[in-house]
């Protein structure tokens, strides 16, 4: 089960190995934008919030324990506020999402696929063996 620290790395190695120089990666103690990478033919910036399929937390009660279907529509949900929000204040810059690669968050994205196309959000998908899909 991929934590959020699992796939900002992921996500990190994907982009390097696509030409990008990943300026910033929070990990799930740290606030603050998930991945701030840039492209050098790219204007501005590339800007990710990612979110994981269980809890970075030991100790936690979902720790490494995967979330349910309304867990994982409340970080789809979490996840789309804070990128529209980024799209807001970073006029600039390109906007992603991340998740695990998993049947629910597919689900979930799915039903919103239309929008996320409509605003140029890509979203990537991390496998467990931390391959990275763009969807």
């Known amino acids: 089960m991929l934590n959020e620290n699992d796939v900002v790395n ?16 929070c990990s799930t ?14 204007l501005g910036r590339l800007l990710v919030e990612a979110k994981g399929g269980t809890s970075a937390r030991e100790g936690s009660a979902r720790f490494e324990k995967g979330f349910n279907r ?3 529509f409340d970080r789809v949900a979490k996840c789309f506020y804070t990128a529209a929000e980024m799209h807001t204040e970073n006029a600039n810059d390109s906007i992603a999402m991340a998740f695990p690669d998993t049947p629910l968050f597919r689900d979930y994205l799915g039903r ?3 929008v996320t196309d409509k605003l ?4 990537f998908l991390v496998n467990e063996n931390s391959s990275v899909q763009a969807l």
């Open 70 to 72: 309304s867990q994982v």
């Open 120 to 123: 140029g959000f890509p979203v």
């Open 29 to 42: 103690t740290n606030q603050g934008i998930d991945i701030i990478a840039k492209h050098p033919s790219e």
């Open 112 to 114: 919103i696929k239309t």
């Open 10 to 25: 992921a996500v990190c190695r994907y982009l390097e190995g696509s030409g990008y120089k990943v300026l910033q990666r």
